[in-house]
Nanobody, 125 residues
Framework: QVQLVESGGGLVQAGGSLRLSCAAS????????MGWFRQAPGKERELVAA???????????DYADSVKGRFTISRDNAKNTVYLQMNSLKPEDTAVYYC???????????????WGQGTQVTVSS
């Protein structure tokens, strides 16, 4: 079981930026696919971005259409940490953001077996 702790959420104006971090508790972080999900009130949890396991210095990443070109997922295996850089934020990005770890890169929450507690991101108009 890997423990995940998110940080970096907060309140920002539309057009601003935030960087979320997720620190993992164990060395096998490098063999886990990592994802960021979000859940807005009354909505289902949805994938924002996912990044593949380490493959040398190359990673594959997937993004939701709504965040492509604005958000970037990255990972630092030496620090057991995954990041989500969020630029050009919009009010519709307001949600609780969750970090997740799993065995393969999927788009469904059920495909990830370890979750953080979530961090609130609020974008004001």
């Amino acid at each position: 079981q890997v423990q995940l702790v998110e940080s970096g959420g907060g309140l920002v104006q539309a057009g601003g930026s935030l960087r979320l971090s997720c620190a993992a508790s164990r060395r096998s972080f490098s063999t886990s696919v990592m994802g960021w999900f979000r859940q807005a009130p009354g909505k289902e949890r949805e994938l924002v971005a996912a990044i593949s396991r380490s493959a040398g210095s190359t990673y594959d990443a997937d993004y939701a259409d709504s965040v492509k070109g604005r958000f970037t997922i990255s990972r630092d295996n030496a620090k057991n940490t995954v990041y989500l850089q969020m630029n050009s934020l919009k009010p519709e990005d307001t949600a609780v953001y969750y970090c997740a770890a799993g065995p393969f890169r999927g788009v469904l929450p059920g495909q990830y077996n370890n979750w953080g507690q979530g961090t609130q991101v609020t974008v004001s108009s």
